[in-house]
T-cell receptor, first 113, second 114 residues
Framework: AQTVTQSQPEMSVQEAETVTLSCTYD???????LFWYKQPPSRQMILVIR??????QNATENRFSVNFQKAAKSFSLKISDSQLGDAAMYFC??????????FGEGTQLTVNP | DTGVSQNPRHKITKRGQNVTFRCDPI?????LYWYRQTLGQGPEFLTY????????KSRLLSDRFSAERPKGSFSTLEIQRTEQGDSAMYLC????????????FGPGTRLTVL
């Protein structure tokens, strides 16, 4: 069975600084997708960034980028120039082709002004 | 707002009662998923539909749980004889067919079983 592990229950960062959230996963599949979702307090979960396993190039979306290490089964999220609005619970998630999402436990990110 | 709506947003019920939740997905999205999220945890998969067909159910989905998606549009999740352990946030998500596509999540229904 696929598992996703986020080893940092809480992280904090100063506004305008950079923070990295860690995620590891376990799978025997070769074709899969990885995602980072953001869940602000009392608000809907939204997609931050996604990565296809067959692509070696790391995905980037504005201030958000990933470090995807397929052999190590690691998928970390880097947030640059952190903003107050980035404060939320962040979930790493895995999906095989056409299947459901498997989520990690989440990392609560606090952004200090 | 992702375009996915869920009703009710909050439900308080007594143990042993039945409850039903509704999810209205984005209209052209053929896949619909239900997840359960307990406090401080990531969502856990319950079941998913492609159009009106229920294609996968988690073993978390006991026989007290039933889900439907008539006509491939909205979906309902019913819990019979609720237990205190059913207290959680129930999330609905939808997706277009391609595996690369993101799942769009609704705001969830928070269930409290007294």
């Amino acid at each position: 069975a696929q598992t996703v592990t986020q080893s940092q229950p809480e992280m904090s960062v100063q506004e305008a600084e950079t923070v990295t959230l860690s995620c590891t996963y376990d799978t025997s599949e070769s074709d899969y997708y990885l995602f980072w979702y953001k869940q602000p307090p009392s608000r809907q979960m939204i997609l931050v960034i996604r990565q296809e396993a067959y692509k070696q190039q790391n995905a980037t979306e504005n201030r958000f980028s990933v470090n995807f290490q397929k052999a190590a089964k690691s998928f970390s999220l880097k947030i640059s120039d952190s903003q107050l609005g980035d404060a939320a619970m962040y979930f790493c998630a895995y999906r095989r082709s056409g299947s459901r999402l498997t989520f990690g436990e989440g990392t609560q990110l606090t952004v200090n002004p | 707002d992702t375009g996915v709506s869920q009703n009710p947003r909050h439900k308080i019920t007594k143990r042993g009662q039945n409850v039903t939740f509704r999810c209205d997905p984005i209209s052209e999205h053929n896949r619909l998923y239900w997840y359960r999220q307990t406090l401080g945890q990531g969502p856990e998969f319950l079941t998913y539909f492609q159009n009106e067909a229920q294609l996968e159910k988690s073993r978390l989905l006991s026989d007290r749980f039933s889900a439907e998606r008539p006509k491939g549009s909205f979906s309902t999740l019913e819990i019979q004889r609720t237990e205190q352990g059913d207290s959680a946030m129930y999330l609905c998500a939808c997706m277009m067919g391609s595996s690369y596509n993101e799942q769009f999540f609704g705001p969830g229904t928070r269930l409290t079983v007294l």
